[in-house]
């Protein structure tokens, strides 16, 4: 689905679109997400792929503004695909929007945006194109020394200047960056099978570094390092049992005094596939495969009021 030859030219004035996927159950969250983007990005791009809308729900999405419609073509997929809720299909959404438009915000349908201007978080991104010469020389902290640094981590700002200045000059974040920590590690929400599949190191997961992040916020550029999460991402789609678990029933008990090194008996399935090949590849180290800016989101699952059809405007 992506290609290395075909990666994006980083630069400062990289236009990302916007890409959602929803059913006709979520099509009022979904509806919910666009006038969210419209009240700040009136001519954006959206691109809504279509996981089981009904006729009238595909036929309203068609006629909204600036969207992109595309129905996920399930034909092409095992029949498990179609079991929405093991979010099979997520990886092959991300890779077919990245394939066609080099730079996306990936947002589920629960994320409703609340900043127009995301300049400060692509800027993390964005640093490898004007300055990667200039910090190609900044090493990597030991083990040690990031231990320690994570124990200083604060999570209460939303935008912490100083630190995201500090990650500017660094420039050593993940090209596919997530955002809203899950208040867990991944050891804890990953079913044990998947390491059958992808091998990693026990002792670093079950660090406070190694933190579960969601998968339904996601900027990305297409780039050798994304291609490379999301062909690992996609082929544990595809196959039943890397993405899928056999616990039942699949619910998180959580320790409450240890959130790490405790296995809570569930598995977030992509989510959980994504974040342990991010944290395999970056150093079991949330800092560097996490923007750490949280300002310009907030995440609600249920929905508080109807929306306008006028909120979806592009003018």
Not at 78 to 94: A, S
Not at 125 to 145: A, D
Request: with cysteine.
């Amino acid at each position: 689905m992506l290609g290395t030859a075909y990666a994006v030219n980083i630069s400062d004035d990289l236009r990302p679109v916007f890409v959602t996927a929803f059913s006709q159950s979520h099509f009022m969250e979904g509806k919910r997400l666009i006038a969210s983007i419209r009240k700040f990005h009136k001519t954006a791009i959206v691109i809504v792929y279509d996981l089981g809308l009904s006729l009238k729900g595909a036929v309203r999405v068609k006629r909204w503004c600036q969207v992109v419609y595309r129905r996920f073509r399930f034909e092409d997929y095992p029949p498990y695909f179609e079991q929405l809720h093991t979010f099979r299909w997520k990886p092959v959404v991300i890779a077919e929007a990245l394939r066609d438009y080099g730079a996306i915000w990936y947002m589920d349908t629960s994320i409703i945006l609340e900043k127009g201007d995301l300049r400060h978080v692509q800027a993390l991104v964005t640093c490898y194109g004007t300055h990667e010469v200039l910090f190609c020389s900044f090493p990597i902290l030991t083990t040690e020394q990031r231990d320690i640094r994570e124990s200083h981590w604060n999570s209460s700002s939303g935008w912490d200047t100083v630190q995201w200045t500090a990650n500017i000059n660094e420039c050593k974040k993940s090209t596919y960056l997530l955002h809203s920590f899950t208040g867990h590690g991944i050891y804890a929400a990953t079913d044990p099978a998947l390491y059958s599949y992808f091998p990693v190191s026990i002792e670093e997961l079950k660090k406070p570094k190694a933190k579960m992040y969601e998968a339904g916020l996601v900027f990305a550029v297409r780039t050798r390092e994304t291609e490379n999460i999301l062909k690992w991402s996609v082929l544990c789609a595809l196959e039943e049992d890397c993405m899928g678990t056999r616990i039942v029933p699949n619910a998180c008990e959580f320790n409450r005094s240890d959130y790490y090194t405790s296995f809570a008996r569930c598995h977030r399935y992509d989510q959980s596939v994504v974040n342990v090949l991010l944290a395999d590849s970056y150093y079991y180290d949330r800092h560097y495969y996490s923007s750490e800016i949280t300002d310009f989101f907030r995440i609600q699952r249920f929905l508080t009021r109807s929306v306008g059809n006028r909120e979806l405007k592009c003018v």
